[in-house]
């Protein structure tokens, strides 16, 4: 005898009897199907459901995150149908189609669907949610642009049209709209826009790396350079000087701030547009990847009430993001904190953020001048740029204030002889500096796809050794699935060397030693360079050799070693 639902839920102790008998009760107020009255009253979640009826119903649960559709199946059913049926099709194997459904007892829909394809049905189980993240990303990119381009081509022309302002339905106009909001869907940093002879190449900047996304044909590049340009606020008739602009849109419900700058080239404008999510919440210093050892560095530095912390690293590797978590921390309504930035990428609830604008003479200098005045007890200053801003913020440290910064520099260590060189005196610096963060970003193996391989590399094996490390026998890589677009790698993490400042090390700073006997002095206090920190997370199975070889090597460790 087939269980019920109800009991089949029971027995996996995720409903009790009065629960039971209040969606029982709902069922025969309402009639509908008692899987969706206990997801409504959020009795149960929509996958435990779908667990439940496939097992009541005896018929096979889809896991859609990890299978592979094709298009030109789903393409079978018309959109329309697929998200108001809550149906997709997966596959055809031996004239059936397989059909994941939200409710496998709709048997009209099953009956509708063999006469549209001439083909049996066959259901599976999947949630609503499961269905329409599915289908969405089979409508990937390419597939709409092309043919949202192809309903233009017989208005192509040799020659690319004089760009003019296009409005409404225009084929710009919606171009433009879709990579946008695919951008936003697949958590790009950046766009770019890029012409050539024969049109433009568009590519997404994911996880740190540029992906080729689509080619835009040349009848239609000019269309969509002016719906960027007017809504970025450029001068879409000045094609012959760069231009910098800003878009303020909400996407897929996500609030996104874009900045755009234009570039002349020979084959016409290139236009980059940088993606800030302001809605994005910020992560916990938790989740950003550090070692509990590097961890618990920072926590013991973001306790001083006065000093100066520096977050270092090349363009790309997190420095803001890493800020603003600082920034999380250490938020409370005690304290005044204030930051001067260029642009503020986050909003940040009771933190008075003031944005850079060097057209009306407010630059990180004179910002950070007039912030002082404002009672501060936290400032985060963007990035110091230049010899004024640096002795600005270092001598605010000075006098009583927790001042944050970024500065591009290689390592921790680099970052004491930038300052010296910026002309900031060693005997200041040495009273001063709290800590340095030195960080990169490193992709993260995809979860889904995650298999383990031997180590061959015999470049990543000698470096590892030069680390004074032992190789590990086995790692791992991504393989590559539909949830990670068949790159083998899902999201970042950070790699990091955290120098916290002990009586050795103002000592030697305030001496001026070199970077070298700096270097050395760290390694025998006990920190954790990039490269080792890099190791270890390669170690335990969280990104790849080539990440290393891409992000953190260094010919100098090999021959030092």
């Given amino acids: 005898m087939r269980k019920r639902l109800g009991d089949i839920l029971q027995d996996q102790g995720l409903l009790t009897d009065q629960q039971l008998a209040l969606a029982l009760e709902e069922q025969r107020r309402t009639g509908d199907r008692l899987g969706s009255i206990l997801v409504r009253l959020n009795l149960v979640t929509p996958g435990q459901a779908a667990d439940a009826l496939s097992e009541h119903l005896n018929i096979e649960r889809v896991d859609l995150a990890r299978r592979y559709l094709s298009p030109e199946i789903v393409d079978m059913i018309p959109g329309t149908i697929i998200l108001s049926r809550h149906i997709l099709p997966i596959e055809i194997h031996e004239g059936a189609l397989y059909l994941a459904m939200a409710d496998p007892l709709d048997i009209n829909v099953i009956d509708d669907l063999q006469r549209l394809t001439g083909k049996i049905i066959k259901p599976f189980v999947a949630t609503e949610g499961e269905i329409e993240d599915a289908y969405q990303r089979t409508r990937n990119i390419g597939h709409s642009a092309q043919e949202l381009i192809s309903r233009y081509e017989d208005d192509e022309e040799d020659e690319e049209q004089p760009e003019v302002e296009y409005l409404g339905d225009a084929p710009g106009v919606r171009l433009a709209n879709l990579i946008f909001e695919q951008a936003i869907t697949q958590k790009a940093s950046d766009i770019h826009f890029e012409p050539h002879d024969y049109g433009m190449r568009v590519r997404y900047r994911i996880d740190g790396l540029l992906r080729d996304i689509m080619e835009i044909p040349r009848h239609l590049r000019g269309d969509v350079n002016s719906r ?13 000087k760069p231009q910098d602009g800003r878009i303020q849109m909400t996407l897929s419900g996500v609030e996104v701030d874009m900045r755009l700058s234009s570039l002349p080239t020979v084959h016409g404008e290139k236009i980059v547009a940088r993606l800030l999510h302001k809605s994005t919440s910020l992560l916990e210093l938790e989740d950003f990847g550090f070692s509990p050892k590097n961890l618990a560095k920072i926590e013991q530095m973001l306790r001083q009430n006065q000093g100066l912390i520096l977050v270092t690293g090349p363009t790309g590797s997190g420095k803001s993001t890493t800020l603003y978590a600082f920034l999380h921390r250490l938020n409370s309504p005690q304290k005044n904190i204030v930051t001067v930035e260029d642009p503020v990428e986050y909003r940040l609830e009771g933190v008075n953020q003031v944005q850079v604008n060097t057209k009306v003479g407010l630059t990180f200098a004179n910002g950070l001048r007039t912030v002082l005045r404002q009672d501060p007890d936290v400032i985060m200053v963007g990035e110091i740029r230049d010899e004024e801003t640096g002795e600005i913020a270092v001598r605010s440290a000075l006098t009583g204030h927790l001042v944050l910064s970024t500065l591009h520099t290689n390592s921790a260590v680099a970052t004491i002889s930038r300052l010296m060189n910026m002309g900031i005196e060693p005997y200041i610096l ?84 070199g970077e070298a006997e700096l270097m050395e002095i760290a390694l025998r206090t006990g920190i954790t360079t990039l490269a080792r920190d890099a190791v270890a997370k390669l170690t335990e199975g969280i990104t790849t050799p080539d990440e290393i070889i891409r992000t953190v090597y260094s010919v100098d460790v090999e021959e030092d070693a």
Avoid: W
């Fill in 228 to 240: 960027i340009k007017i809504m970025g606020g450029l001068d879409i008739t000045e094609r012959r």
């Fill in 430 to 513: 040495s009273s001063t500096i709290i800590g340095i963060v030195a960080q990169r970003l490193l992709r993260t193996i995809c979860s889904e796809c995650k298999e383990p391989v031997e180590l061959t590399d015999p470049l990543m094996i000698r470096y590892i050794k030069s680390l004074g490390m032992e190789p590990p026998s086995t790692v791992h890589r991504g393989k590559g699935c539909p949830l990670c677009n068949n790159s083998g790698y899902r999201g970042r993490t950070a790699v990091s060397e955290v120098l916290v400042f002990n009586k050795e090390m103002r000592r030697a700073v305030e001496a001026g030693l």
